[in-house]
């Protein structure tokens, strides 16, 4: 069936041809004609035009070259500022890689544990580990798409990575909204949807919540593997890539992706499947095999060749033998015998080199390099990075963000419900313990003391909040800004404002409770200001949440960090040293110190209104009470002596709002910079 089709995809290579090449109008811009100039973007517009019109109807093909790919792992550094040792060799992973995919072929690669198959799929998808040192050309087509054949393209990872709160549908939804192109209709995207779901076996499980594995109960293996692939296949790409395209589903689920696989190869598609031991049935399916060992490629072409192949070389597949198992078997390095199987890899490796069927590749490969358009790589390359990295415009992003974050806050215990049932523990707790303070010379040590505790609490409840949900989602963020779902500030900003409501609303509970079982100062303006300032400080600290998040690669590193971080600005909020005594080669860490700002206006926003503090005193008998008239040492006599005995300055009151507005922006802006880094920089 497969050859009938053959002429019939011929035709489509060189249709693509003619779509990826710019309409008339923009070459003559390129000779310096400008009768019927079209602008960059125009240009862009028509070339995704067609594209989205051609992948609804299933009608571009791909044909996929890659030549001398080599790939090499850098030493390690030796420590800190000493870089790589010099004596040290890059390691080769992936040696003099070739090859060719045309469209309608569904191409199995196979190879032992660490023979390099995902590394090839990584360098096909410009995906590149800081790592690895990458050489080698790869081309869509016969033009090098660089970075961008990421838009033309999906990739099916090896891991699965979803943001665990929603349900199997909903980030179907989400993947539609912002990942097919903008021309179709929000219905087709719906349909689209379901159209996967069905296809994919997800129609029972679409309404499950997809959950983590170890923390949150979801969906099963099997069922999240099918949904990266639905996840995927949601756009139709011309050309895909899968990575162990099987891997924790039954046989016959593993068959059932394969089918689908091999349908979608069928209509035009180029797939490249990484598949580890795949039984006689699913093997079958597969039109193409790449063989890989040791970074090599010891065979790529039919299965029926591979047979011949192998034999040629001496390792005849024995009858009712799963040619895949024979394969891997024959190539494996075994534990105790390395140099013999290494030179066997090497021998069948170089056995390819100088065999019909490697002469084969190269041809097709030569064919396809002198017909593509080197002056089409730098248009096409420019209009998909400049104008068209993203499907969706900014507003939608925002949009579907906004409601994913703010399910996601509705649904993950930790994010509301624990913490909102935390924070009337602990308040009630301090309340019961600070109760109904008197405002005397004992009263003053309490009030300080409640004061500081109110600051502290709201620092760790709400850093932790964040930095134990936030390096979770970072992976799931930087694959999704991979493959161009959005953009950083979009996902920064639309973070920010659904979490928004939860930082206020929690710290604000903690202030009722407190401020009035406490006894603070009695009156409605300084309830108030105090709980203005304690939500700056709860927000301050989201963001420095969000800085240690972002810095940090894990929960676990972000926990480690951030205690070390805290503890000296903790140190130097005034309550532990006094202002007046902080040793100067300290004062920058000071001057970052929301403790210390946060301190000095809500000691302030008490002691200024109190004019009388009571002294204790002794009566006749000799008791010691705050109404006789024989004082005893009286320490503070007003709020304002309290102020100046503490080095609060009441001056300072603005300049403290002031440099607390400084760091909840600064931090959020540092976030934001690392995170942008860190997108960019990502290989995900
Ligand atoms: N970033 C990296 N740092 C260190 N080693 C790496 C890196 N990437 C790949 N390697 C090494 O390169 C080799 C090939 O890795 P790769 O993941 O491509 O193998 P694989 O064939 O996909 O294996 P598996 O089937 O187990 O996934 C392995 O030895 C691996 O340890």
């Known amino acids: ?26 070459g003559s811009i390129i000779a310096g004609n400008n009768s019927s ?10 070339f995704r035009q067609k594209r989205s019109s051609s992948l609804l109807d299933g009608h571009e093909a791909v044909t996929l070259t890659w030549q001398n790919v080599n790939v090499n792992l850098n ?25 060719t995919v045309k469209p309608g072929t569904l191409l199995a690669i196979l190879g032992a544990s660490g023979s390099g198959k995902t590394t090839l799929l990584n360098s096909l998808t410009s995906r590149f580990h800081p790592m690895l040192d990458f050489t080698g050309e790869v081309l869509v087509n016969g033009v090098n798409f660089g970075r961008s054949i990421r838009n033309i393209s999906a990739y099916v990872q090896q891991d699965d990575l979803f943001i665990a709160t929603m349900t199997v549908r909903e980030h179907l939804t989400f993947r539609a909204l912002l990942r097919m192109d903008k021309n179709i209709s929000k219905e087709r995207r719906l349909r689209r949807v379901e159209e996967v779901i069905n296809e994919l076996g997800l129609t029972k499980c679409a309404e499950n919540i997809i959950g983590a594995p170890g923390r949150m109960k979801g969906i099963s293996g099997g069922e999240m593997r099918r949904l990266s692939f639905a996840s995927e296949v949601m756009t139709n790409p011309p050309l895909l890539f899968c990575d ?13 992706i394969v089918q689908t696989l091999k349908a979608m190869a069928s209509r035009g598609k180029t797939i490249l499947c990484t598949i580890h031991q795949p039984s006689s049935e699913v093997y079958a399916l597969f039109d193409q095999v790449l063989v890989m060992a040791e970074g090599r490629v010891a065979y790529m072409g039919s299965s ?112 509301i419900r624990v913490r909102f049932a935390q924070t009337v523990m602990i308040s009630v707790i301090l309340g019961l313990i600070y109760l109904r303070l008197d405002v005397d010379q004992k009263g003053v040590q309490n009030i300080n003391g409640v004061l500081f505790l109110l600051i502290t609490n709201l620092t760790f409840t709400n850093v932790f909040a964040v930095v134990n949900a936030f390096p979770i989602e970072l992976p799931i963020f930087l694959r ?38 406490v006894g603070l100062y009695d009156s409605a303006e300084a309830f108030l200001i105090c709980a203005g300032i304690l939500l700056l400080v709860a927000n301050i600290c989201v963001s420095f949440g969000y800085l240690i998040s972002t810095i940090a690669n ?46 000095e ?84």
Request: charged share 20%; proline share 6%; net charge negative.
């Open 304 to 415: 029926p060749d591979a047979l011949e192949f192998f034999k040629e070389q001496g390792y005849a597949c024995p009858l009712n033998y799963n040619p895949a198992d024979f394969y891997i078997m024959t190539l494996a390095v075994v534990h105790g015998r390395e140099t013999e199987c290494r030179d066997r890899v090497e021998d069948i490796c170089d056995g390819f080199k100088q065999s019909k069927f490697d002469q084969k590749i190269e041809e097709e490969s030569a064919a396809i390099r002198t017909s593509g358009s080197h002056d089409v790589s730098v248009i096409t390359e420019n209009a998909f990075s400049n104008s068209t990295r993203y499907e969706s415009s900014w507003v939608r992003q925002m949009a579907c963000l906004l409601k994913r974050c703010w399910l996601t806050n509705i649904r993950e215990p930790m994010v």
């Open 75 to 99: 030493p390690p550094s030796r420590g800190c500022c000493r870089g790589p040792d010099p004596n040290a060799r890059p390691k080769p992973i992936l040696r003099n890689v070739h090859g």
């Open 554 to 599: 894990s929960v676990n590193m972000a926990l480690a960090i951030g205690p070390p971080l805290m503890v000296p600005l903790l140190m130097f909020g005034g309550f532990f040293l006094n202002a007046g005594s902080v040793p100067k080669y300290f004062i920058w860490l000071e001057y970052l110190s929301w403790f210390k700002y946060s301190n």
């Open 37 to 46: 100039v079209l602008t960059q973007s125009e240009v862009a517009s028509q």
């Open 601 to 684: 206006l809500l000691a302030i926003n008490q002691w200024k209104h109190i004019d009388h503090i009571a002294c204790p005193a002794q009566n006749e008998s000799g008791d010691v009470t705050p109404n006789s008239n024989k004082t005893l040492g009286c320490q503070y006599r007003n709020g304002e002596q309290v102020l100046k005995y503490f080095s609060f300055d009441e001056d300072n009151w603005n300049l403290d709002f002031a440099l607390l507005a400084t760091l909840l922006v600064g931090f959020r802006v540092l976030a934001f910079i690392i995170l942008f880094i860190k997108a960019r920089r990502s290989t995900a």
């Open 480 to 517: 999704e800004y991979g493959i161009g779902l959005y953009r950083v500030d979009s996902y920064f900003l639309s973070k920010m404002l659904a979490e928004l409501p939860a930082f206020i609303i929690i710290p604000f509970i903690l202030v009722c409770i407190d401020y009035w079982m």
């Open 244 to 256: 162990e395209a099987t891997s924790g589903l039954d046989s016959f689920m593993a068959e059932n």
């Open 1 to 26: 069936m497969m050859e009938e089709e053959k002429p019939l995809l011929s035709k489509k290579i060189s249709s693509v041809h003619v779509d990826l090449e710019p309409p008339t109008p923009y």
